[in-house]
């Protein structure tokens, strides 16, 4: 079995920050990729960001440039969120994907304020 627990989400003003992590253990073997993805109430689940082993990283258009993905080890990544806004509000997900499959945290939310 794997897990992933995330923590770090919150309230926030517009403009603030916040840092996400999640932590894998359990069953893990060959990580092909991490990341975070969110879900807004009414809206389905999208990415927001993954970084691969090899250390090459993915950004939804709408966080460029504000986000930034980031591993310090093998089972732990981690989302620094900058210059958040209101549309950012959503509960967000860990992932991780490794031996062709998905596995999900049970999320964190960030609410940001205006």
């Known amino acids: 079995q794997v897990q992933l627990v995330e923590s770090g989400g919150g309230l926030v003003q517009a403009g603030g920050s916040l840092r996400l992590s999640c932590a894998a253990s359990?069953?893990?073997?060959?990580?092909?990729?991490m990341g975070w993805y969110r879900q807004a109430p009414g809206k389905q689940r999208e990415l927001v960001a993954t970084?691969?082993?090899?250390?090459?990283t993915n950004y939804a258009d709408s966080v460029k440039g504000r986000f930034t993905i980031s591993r310090d080890n093998t089972k732990e990544v981690y989302l620094q969120m900058n210059s958040l806004k209101p549309k950012d509000t959503a509960v967000y997900y860990c992932?991780?994907?490794?031996?062709?499959?998905?596995?999900w945290g049970q999320g964190t939310q960030v609410t940001v304020s205006s």
């Open positions: 992932n991780l994907y490794m031996l062709r499959a998905n596995y």
């Open positions: 970084i691969r082993s090899g250390g090459s």
């Open positions: 359990g069953s893990i073997f060959r990580i092909n990729r």
